[in-house]
């Protein structure tokens, strides 16, 4: 982060996907891993890389505000394809057991899934790390933890993204999950909370929270213990709410829908994310507006499951921020988030009204950063974070497309960018990972979990 990254050649560099009027062309210039203007251009004794745009796109780096890194190794498996959701979490329980859980399954995983992200123009990945080994078989449950959090964050940084870790939860009992997110604090923010606003590091590479996957499986004991830990160390909070199981379990084993209980324990306001949030009502979505939180959309996952779909202008239009994310590839295949931006616009008609590919571009970029207390993330205004893509438009599945901008959804499906840069460092070059090799990093999958 040292030095400086002249960006040259665009033909339109996105500063912001929410105000279409800061588009504009020439350099962009990186320095000290933030993006400045071209008239503070770099002293002479810096380092200057150049990174040719050649007439492409360049946008703000995506945010996936919703990912389970741990499903990288465990995609297509059988009962798990558009089966509802009560089948679905025991079949992937019953894989994770298979395979055991431990820092080297989560970090070869993590190797894959962020990996695969950046390829995808991923800069920022949330991962909402939900399943961990058995604290009856373990000398050192919590010591397992940190570990498990450790390798998953020295994956990504050894790739060069940017990682929010989750410290979730799936039947944890309360105070030892409390218990092990202190912990995680502590090991992977040793310059202390208290001097990382928002659990984030002093680089800004990696920030903490903590998560239970909803009221579905796990208790107010322990929503309230890991708000407790949130409230210590000024860590955001993330669950997941209204999706098909959640809904049901929550009429019955309480008799009241999951935000009736998410209200009671504390975890209706600001600070808080909720996901997928498939089925809501006119009221919830008021309430949920007046309490300051933030959404993230997952339809990569929920669509083609069978879930539902999120009325995301509904939301909108109340005020709520809504984010972009892909979950894992136990529900959604694969990590790649501007697939599921696509997949987001085309299906927002269902549901309400259509999204433009802006609106939807912007929730993959800002809107996601934001409910991450980020706003320096999603974004390419002068003082930003230097996260960013160059998109090549100049084949033969652009042509014809009359708004570039648009293109990038509408057109060319499947669409990797060229370039990836994060905190002003080249991750991807030419379509290719500068940070680590593929084929390495399939074989250390394929070799842990046996596939």
Same mark, same amino acid.
Do not use: K
């Given at each position: ?30 320095r ?13 004794d ?12 360049v ?23 558009g ?6 979490? %025991?079949?992937? =329980? #019953?894989?994770? +057991? &298979? *395979?055991?859980?431990? @820092?080297? !399954?989560?970090?070869?995983? /993590? ?60 039947r944890?009992? %309360?105070?030892? =999950? #409390?218990a092990? +997110? &202190? *912990?995680?604090?502590? @090991?992977? !923010?040793?310059?202390?909370? /208290?001097s ?15 998560g239970p ?44 829908? %999951? ?8 975890w ?7 996901a ?53 590839g ?31 571009l ?22 930003a ?8 438009v ?17 057109a ?9 840069v ?19 990093l ?8 046996g596939?």
């Amino acid at each position: 982060m040292t030095g400086s990254l002249i960006l040259t050649g665009a033909a339109r560099i996105v500063e912001r996907f929410d105000d279409p009027a800061r588009d504009r062309g020439g350099d962009l210039v990186i320095r000290r891993g933030r993006v400045t203007t071209a008239a503070s251009a770099p002293s002479p004794d810096e380092s200057i890389d150049t990174l040719d745009a050649d007439g492409g796109i360049v946008t703000p780096g995506l945010v996936n505000a919703h990912h389970h890194l741990l499903q990288s190794g465990f995609r297509t498996l059988p009962g798990t394809r558009g089966v509802p959701m009560r089948e679905w979490l %025991p079949a992937m =329980a #019953a894989a994770y +057991a &298979d *395979a055991r859980i431990d @820092a080297s !399954l989560v970090g070869a995983t /993590a190797g894959v899934g962020v990996a695969e992200s950046l390829l995808s123009g991923v800069t920022t990945v949330a991962d909402h790390q939900l399943n961990w080994p058995d604290p009856a078989r373990s000398d050192d449950p919590v010591g397992d933890t940190v570990a498990i959090a450790r390798a998953i964050a020295d994956a990504t940084a050894a790739l060069g993204a940017r990682l929010v870790f989750v410290r979730g939860s799936a039947r944890d009992a %309360p105070d030892a =999950a #409390a218990a092990s +997110a &202190d *912990a995680i604090v502590r @090991a992977l !923010l040793p310059e202390g909370a /208290a001097s990382s606003p928002g659990g984030t590091s002093a680089d800004g590479m990696l920030q903490l929270a903590v998560g239970p996957a909803g009221v579905h499986s796990d208790s107010e004991e322990t929503f309230r213990a890991l708000g407790d830990v949130a409230r210590r160390h000024g860590l955001r909070r993330r669950t997941q709410a209204n999706e098909q199981v959640d809904t049901e379990i929550a009429l019955a084993r309480y008799g009241r829908r %999951p935000l009736d209980l998410l209200e009671e324990w504390g975890w209706l306001e600001p600070g808080v994310t909720i996901a997928h949030l498939c089925d809501v009502t006119d009221d919830e979505i008021v309430r949920l507006a007046a309490a300051g939180i933030t959404a993230t959309h997952a339809p990569g996952c929920d669509v083609p499951m069978g879930w539902g779909i999120a009325p995301v202008r509904r939301l909108q239009e109340a005020g709520i921020t809504v984010g972009l994310g892909t979950s894992g590839g136990g529900s959604n295949d694969a990590g790649h988030l501007l697939a599921d931006a696509r997949l987001a616009m085309q299906v927002s008609g269902m549901v309400g009204t259509a999204l433009p590919a802006r609106d939807v571009l912007a929730m993959a970029t800002s809107g996601g950063a934001s409910g991450l207390g980020r706003a320096d993330l999603g974004i390419l205004t002068p003082g930003a974070a230097g996260d960013l893509c160059v998109w090549d438009v100049s084949g033969v599945a652009d042509a014809g497309v009359a708004d570039p901008v648009a293109g990038l959804l509408w057109a060319h499906p499947g669409r990797r960018p060229r370039h990836v840069v994060v905190a002003g460092r080249v991750v991807v070059r030419d379509y290719r990972l500068v940070t680590a090799d593929e084929d390495a990093l399939t074989a250390a999958l394929r070799e842990r979990v046996g596939r």
